[in-house]
């Protein structure tokens, strides 16, 4: 019997590959290994979206080096978005590496390593073409089982300026409403309460096709045939947002009352050079309509500070949009001046140190704002999935709200109650702490 071990690193998009990469080798006849010195080949599977990412995933894989040192007959393998990128490049700087292979083939990665280890490759790059994967392709949740992400489209249009995601992933490729819709039920049958969609533009879904198909549609099916409690959006372009899907969620449960919407910034001028598609009197407008339509709704959102050409007065521009629109979940990233992306020869470069200085400050505008907008669970009974023990104590339960998404949000701990993980549970909200909230299961 043969064993691989797998290191996931990235986004959750990145993740669903890793869940395809596992499918692949595991349906092969391979078995994981938590231990990587238990395991015949390691695999990891890279990101390389921004210096950071690229600079984690180096530091990973001489991880796994130094593992393959002690043991040399151990093949090492690098997938994804760091080999995408940079190809031939690894080929020199990483000798210790047996088989790098690009984001296309987490599908077929189990037949490149058997081809590897019966020496019928002919290089240790494989850049396969651009793939799409469906329904029927091997995949193994990583996940808890009550939860899971769908992704519904590859690649990505929109060519921000500061982005290499269409360089690395390619253009736009939608998957069908049906085979989505199939993967959707097996996924419920597995026994998943929680199905996030996501993509880089998940507003974008649909429009490579020809039959008229979107995000609207796509949802629709998915309540029409399958009987999951939660459907999450995320990942949704700030002017894609339609009003018809703003009355499907507001007519319809099932789907969360909450929309991730990344924002980057508010300055016109910086937006304009982002080559987002907006203004800051939009994104106004677009807050003020959803809420409209979806009073109860929770909006989380992403800004990337330290843009070239982005002066103390365009920065504030964001601390005022904050204080002003009261948004529940932000996200705060410095900008990363990525080696081929339309924005690295801007000039007006920001210092690394002002970059962190305005990360920091508005990471703390944003945690005054939230303990305060907290406040409003306070007093009312919320729909709680139990995720299991607190992280931070065995004494508590932990789970999110409607309004919390997994891995990103804050929690709900819960102090009073029996519960299992996966349950859905009534919680009576009692305190409210700066991101998380506090409450007892309600009897009755």
């Known amino acids: 019997m043969a064993f691989f071990h797998l290191v996931s690193l990235g986004c959750a998009k990145n993740l669903v590959d890793s869940e395809v990469i596992l499918g692949s080798m595991t349906t092969d006849g391979w078995r994981f290994a938590d231990d990587p010195e238990e395991a015949d080949v390691l695999i990891i599977n890279t990101c390389g979206f921004i210096q950071a990412a690229v600079e984690e995933a180096i530091s990973e894989i001489f991880e796994l080096v130094k593992i393959k040192e002690r043991f040399p007959v151990k093949r090492l393998v690098v997938v994804g978005c760091l080999v995408q990128r940079y190809k031939e490049k690894l080929l020199e700087d990483l000798p210790e590496v047996d088989l790098f292979i690009g984001t296309e083939g987490a599908g077929e990665i189990a037949t490149l390593i058997e081809r590897m280890n019966k020496g019928e490759l002919e290089q240790r790059l494989v850049l396969p073409n651009l793939y799409l994967m469906t329904n029927e392709t091997p995949r193994v949740i990583s996940t808890p089982p009550f939860r899971a992400w769908l992704k519904i489209t590859e690649g990505c249009n929109n060519r921000c300026s500061y982005c290499m995601i269409p360089m690395i992933r390619g253009g736009l490729r939608s998957r069908s409403i049906d085979d989505l819709v199939h993967e959707a039920k097996k996924l419920e049958s597995f026994g998943v309460k929680e199905l996030s969609l996501i993509a880089q533009d998940s507003t974008a879904y649909g429009r490579d096709l020809d039959d008229k198909t979107n995000l609207e549609k796509l949802v629709q099916q998915l309540l029409e045939h399958t009987t999951i409690p939660w459907l999450r959006l995320l990942y949704l372009y700030p002017t894609g947002v339609t009003d018809d899907l703003l009355t499907l969620m507001a007519t319809n449960e099932r789907v969360v009352p909450y929309l991730d919407i990344p924002m980057q910034h508010v300055n016109d001028t910086i937006l304009q050079a982002m080559n987002r598609r907006y203004t800051r009197e939009h994104l106004f407008k677009i807050v003020e309509r959803i809420r409209s339509r979806i009073p109860n709704i929770a909006i989380r959102t992403t800004f990337l500070v330290g843009f070239p050409g982005e002066?103390?007065?365009?920065?504030?521009?964001?601390?005022?949009?904050?204080q002003k629109s009261r948004i529940d979940h932000v996200g705060v990233f410095s900008y990363s001046n990525e080696?081929?992306?339309?924005?690295?020869?801007?000039?007006?470069?920001?210092?690394?140190?002002?970059?962190?200085?305005?990360?920091?400050?508005?990471?703390?505008?944003?945690?005054?704002?939230?303990?305060?907008?907290?406040?409003?669970y306070i007093g009312r009974i919320e729909q709680v999935l139990v995720e299991g023990l607190s992280s931070e104590t065995d004494l508590l339960l932990q789970g999110r709200t409607r309004y919390q998404a997994p891995e990103v949000d804050g929690c709900v701990l819960i102090n009073d109650g029996i519960a299992s993980p996966g349950d859905l549970v009534s919680v009576a909200i009692t305190d409210a702490q700066v991101y998380d909230l506090v409450g007892g299961i309600a009897v009755g």
């Open 311 to 322: 002066s103390e007065k365009a920065f504030m521009e964001i601390v005022d949009f904050l």
């Open 339 to 376: 080696e081929g992306s339309p924005s690295e020869k801007l000039i007006k470069q920001v210092s690394e140190k002002v970059k962190r200085k305005r990360v920091e400050y508005l990471l703390a505008v944003q945690a005054e704002l939230s303990a305060e907008i907290q406040k409003k």
